[in-house]
Protein backbone atom coordinates (compact mmCIF):
# COMPACT_ATOMS: atom_id res chain seq x y z
CA UNK A 1 0.00 0.00 0.00
CA UNK A 2 1.28 3.25 -0.86
CA UNK A 3 2.54 6.09 2.42
CA UNK A 4 1.64 9.39 2.37
CA UNK A 5 3.29 11.22 -0.56
CA UNK A 6 4.88 14.59 -0.34
CA UNK A 7 5.97 16.61 -3.21
CA UNK A 8 8.56 18.50 -3.70
CA UNK A 9 11.32 15.89 -1.68
CA UNK A 10 13.19 19.65 -2.22
CA UNK A 11 12.69 23.18 -2.87
CA UNK A 12 15.24 26.02 -3.34
CA UNK A 13 13.20 29.30 -3.64
CA UNK A 14 14.24 33.17 -3.02
CA UNK A 15 12.89 34.93 -0.52
CA UNK A 16 9.20 36.36 -1.75
CA UNK A 17 8.36 34.11 -3.95
CA UNK A 18 5.27 31.47 -3.43
CA UNK A 19 6.07 28.26 -2.35
CA UNK A 20 3.18 25.51 -2.80
CA UNK A 21 3.66 22.15 -0.85
CA UNK A 22 1.39 19.21 -1.69
CA UNK A 23 0.29 16.08 -0.24
CA UNK A 24 -1.43 13.00 -0.94
CA UNK A 25 -2.56 11.06 2.49
CA UNK A 26 -3.01 7.43 2.94
CA UNK A 27 -6.43 5.98 1.56
CA UNK A 28 -9.40 5.91 4.01
CA UNK A 29 -7.70 8.06 6.33
CA UNK A 30 -9.77 11.01 7.78
CA UNK A 31 -7.25 12.82 9.35
CA UNK A 32 -4.01 15.29 8.02
CA UNK A 33 -1.81 17.14 9.29
CA UNK A 34 1.10 19.83 8.40
CA UNK A 35 4.00 19.59 10.41
CA UNK A 36 7.41 21.60 10.17
CA UNK A 37 10.57 20.86 11.24
CA UNK A 38 13.35 22.38 12.36
CA UNK A 39 16.64 22.24 14.83
CA UNK A 40 15.57 25.18 16.54
CA UNK A 41 12.16 24.32 17.14
CA UNK A 42 11.85 20.48 16.75
CA UNK A 43 8.59 19.14 14.95
CA UNK A 44 5.97 21.62 15.47
CA UNK A 45 1.99 20.72 14.76
CA UNK A 46 0.54 24.01 12.08
CA UNK A 47 -2.76 22.50 11.01
CA UNK A 48 -4.80 19.43 11.08
CA UNK A 49 -7.90 18.46 9.24
CA UNK A 50 -10.48 16.22 10.12
CA UNK A 51 -12.94 14.88 6.65
CA UNK A 52 -11.16 18.21 4.99
CA UNK A 53 -12.22 20.34 7.33
CA UNK A 54 -9.82 22.58 9.10
CA UNK A 55 -9.74 21.90 12.94
CA UNK A 56 -7.29 23.76 14.28
CA UNK A 57 -4.71 26.33 12.20
CA UNK A 58 -3.30 27.74 15.94
CA UNK A 59 -0.03 26.41 14.93
CA UNK A 60 0.01 28.39 11.47
CA UNK A 61 3.03 30.89 12.15
CA UNK A 62 1.30 33.79 10.33
CA UNK A 63 -1.21 34.98 7.78
CA UNK A 64 1.88 33.98 4.93
CA UNK A 65 0.69 30.56 5.83
CA UNK A 66 -2.26 28.94 4.38
CA UNK A 67 -3.77 25.54 3.90
CA UNK A 68 -6.32 23.97 1.84
CA UNK A 69 -8.08 20.51 1.62
CA UNK A 70 -10.01 20.47 -1.23
CA UNK A 71 -10.87 16.46 -1.17
CA UNK A 72 -10.15 13.70 0.80
CA UNK A 73 -7.02 12.56 -1.66
CA UNK A 74 -5.11 16.25 -1.34
CA UNK A 75 -3.80 18.80 0.69
CA UNK A 76 -1.54 21.44 -0.13
CA UNK A 77 0.07 24.08 2.68
CA UNK A 78 1.38 27.29 1.02
CA UNK A 79 3.26 30.39 1.58
CA UNK A 80 3.45 33.53 0.71
CA UNK A 81 5.79 35.72 0.84
CA UNK A 82 8.03 33.09 1.39
CA UNK A 83 11.04 34.21 4.00
CA UNK A 84 14.27 32.55 5.03
CA UNK A 85 13.14 32.10 8.70
CA UNK A 86 10.38 29.53 6.78
CA UNK A 87 13.50 27.01 6.01
CA UNK A 88 12.37 23.86 7.35
CA UNK A 89 11.52 20.29 6.61
CA UNK A 90 7.52 20.42 6.36
CA UNK A 91 5.69 17.10 6.81
CA UNK A 92 2.30 15.58 6.37
CA UNK A 93 1.04 12.68 8.41
CA UNK A 94 -2.22 11.08 8.22
CA UNK A 95 -4.19 8.97 10.60
CA UNK A 96 -7.62 6.99 10.95
CA UNK A 97 -8.03 7.67 14.67
CA UNK A 98 -10.59 5.04 16.01
CA UNK A 99 -8.69 2.18 14.22
CA UNK A 100 -5.19 3.21 14.62
CA UNK A 101 -5.27 4.67 18.22
CA UNK A 102 -3.69 8.16 17.32
CA UNK A 103 -0.73 6.36 15.10
CA UNK A 104 0.48 9.36 12.58
CA UNK A 105 1.99 7.93 9.15
CA UNK A 106 4.51 10.60 7.58
CA UNK A 107 5.59 11.45 4.35
CA UNK A 108 8.81 11.61 3.68
CA UNK A 109 8.86 15.52 3.92
CA UNK A 110 9.32 18.60 2.04
CA UNK A 111 12.63 20.10 2.71
CA UNK A 112 11.92 24.14 1.98
CA UNK A 113 15.58 26.28 1.74
CA UNK A 114 14.23 30.06 1.34
CA UNK A 115 17.66 32.27 0.20
CA UNK B 1 8.33 25.20 27.36
CA UNK B 2 7.71 22.41 25.96
CA UNK B 3 4.99 20.56 26.47
CA UNK B 4 6.85 17.28 26.51
CA UNK B 5 10.68 17.47 28.05
CA UNK B 6 13.29 15.01 26.39
CA UNK B 7 16.68 14.08 27.93
CA UNK B 8 19.08 13.59 26.80
CA UNK B 9 19.20 15.62 23.85
CA UNK B 10 22.15 13.59 22.35
CA UNK B 11 23.76 10.51 23.09
CA UNK B 12 27.08 8.74 21.04
CA UNK B 13 27.55 5.83 22.67
CA UNK B 14 29.37 2.29 20.99
CA UNK B 15 27.67 -0.64 19.88
CA UNK B 16 26.72 -3.08 22.71
CA UNK B 17 26.15 -0.33 25.28
CA UNK B 18 22.67 0.33 27.01
CA UNK B 19 21.04 2.79 26.79
CA UNK B 20 17.84 4.58 28.45
CA UNK B 21 16.07 7.88 27.33
CA UNK B 22 13.40 9.55 28.97
CA UNK B 23 10.74 12.07 28.14
CA UNK B 24 8.82 13.81 30.88
CA UNK B 25 5.74 16.40 31.65
CA UNK B 26 4.17 18.16 34.09
CA UNK B 27 0.57 17.19 31.95
CA UNK B 28 -1.17 13.82 32.65
CA UNK B 29 -1.76 12.05 29.45
CA UNK B 30 -4.50 9.58 28.05
CA UNK B 31 -1.32 8.19 26.14
CA UNK B 32 1.93 8.52 24.93
CA UNK B 33 3.95 7.33 21.69
CA UNK B 34 7.97 6.80 20.84
CA UNK B 35 8.35 7.62 17.33
CA UNK B 36 12.14 6.47 15.48
CA UNK B 37 13.16 9.13 12.60
CA UNK B 38 16.32 8.60 10.36
CA UNK B 39 18.00 11.26 8.31
CA UNK B 40 15.85 12.33 4.99
CA UNK B 41 12.86 9.88 6.13
CA UNK B 42 9.46 11.14 8.35
CA UNK B 43 9.16 9.49 12.11
CA UNK B 44 7.83 5.80 12.28
CA UNK B 45 5.67 4.99 15.08
CA UNK B 46 7.30 1.80 17.95
CA UNK B 47 4.85 1.85 20.36
CA UNK B 48 2.20 3.47 22.05
CA UNK B 49 1.75 3.02 25.73
CA UNK B 50 -1.52 3.54 27.48
CA UNK B 51 -1.61 2.45 30.92
CA UNK B 52 -0.14 3.68 33.79
CA UNK B 53 3.09 1.57 34.94
CA UNK B 54 3.11 -0.38 31.57
CA UNK B 55 5.90 -1.74 29.95
CA UNK B 56 6.37 -3.21 26.16
CA UNK B 57 9.28 -4.81 24.70
CA UNK B 58 10.21 -4.68 21.43
CA UNK B 59 13.18 -6.56 20.64
CA UNK B 60 16.01 -4.97 22.28
CA UNK B 61 13.67 -1.53 23.27
CA UNK B 62 12.02 -1.73 26.64
CA UNK B 63 9.22 1.17 26.68
CA UNK B 64 7.67 2.29 30.13
CA UNK B 65 4.98 4.52 30.91
CA UNK B 66 5.11 6.06 34.54
CA UNK B 67 2.73 5.32 37.13
CA UNK B 68 0.82 8.30 37.23
CA UNK B 69 1.22 8.64 32.87
CA UNK B 70 2.89 12.02 32.94
CA UNK B 71 6.35 10.50 32.37
CA UNK B 72 8.08 7.61 29.99
CA UNK B 73 11.08 5.75 29.07
CA UNK B 74 12.75 4.02 26.31
CA UNK B 75 15.65 1.74 27.43
CA UNK B 76 18.05 -0.25 24.20
CA UNK B 77 20.11 -3.07 25.81
CA UNK B 78 23.25 -4.37 23.30
CA UNK B 79 22.60 -0.81 21.12
CA UNK B 80 23.04 -1.36 17.50
CA UNK B 81 24.76 1.28 14.70
CA UNK B 82 20.94 0.77 13.28
CA UNK B 83 19.33 2.02 15.99
CA UNK B 84 20.96 5.57 15.36
CA UNK B 85 18.43 8.26 14.83
CA UNK B 86 16.02 10.75 16.54
CA UNK B 87 13.76 9.47 18.95
CA UNK B 88 10.68 10.98 19.53
CA UNK B 89 8.46 10.73 21.88
CA UNK B 90 4.68 12.52 21.08
CA UNK B 91 1.16 12.71 23.20
CA UNK B 92 -1.81 14.51 22.85
CA UNK B 93 -4.05 15.91 25.34
CA UNK B 94 -7.19 17.65 22.81
CA UNK B 95 -8.99 14.63 20.49
CA UNK B 96 -6.28 13.88 17.59
CA UNK B 97 -3.65 16.55 18.61
CA UNK B 98 -0.20 15.31 18.91
CA UNK B 99 2.91 17.69 20.23
CA UNK B 100 6.30 16.34 20.13
CA UNK B 101 9.00 16.15 22.31
CA UNK B 102 12.65 17.96 21.16
CA UNK B 103 13.75 14.50 20.47
CA UNK B 104 17.18 12.11 21.60
CA UNK B 105 19.66 12.08 18.91
CA UNK B 106 21.26 8.72 19.36
CA UNK B 107 24.25 7.60 17.51
CA UNK B 108 25.69 4.19 18.08
CA UNK B 109 29.38 3.63 16.75
CA UNK B 110 30.44 0.61 15.62
Known amino acids: DAGVIQSPRHEVTEMGQEVTLRCKPISGHDYLFWYRQTMMRGLELLIYFNNNVPIDDSGMPEDRFSAKMPNASFSTLKIQPSEPRDSAVYFC?????????????FGEGSRLTVL | TQLLEQSPQFLSIQEGENLTVYCNSS?????LQWYRQEPGEGPVLLVTVVTGGEVKKLKRLTFQFGDARKDSSLHITAAQPGDTGLYLC??????????FGAGTILRVKS
Open chain 2, 90 to 99: AAGKYGNKLV
Open chain 1, 93 to 105: ASNQLQVNTGELF
Open chain 2, 27 to 31: SVFSS
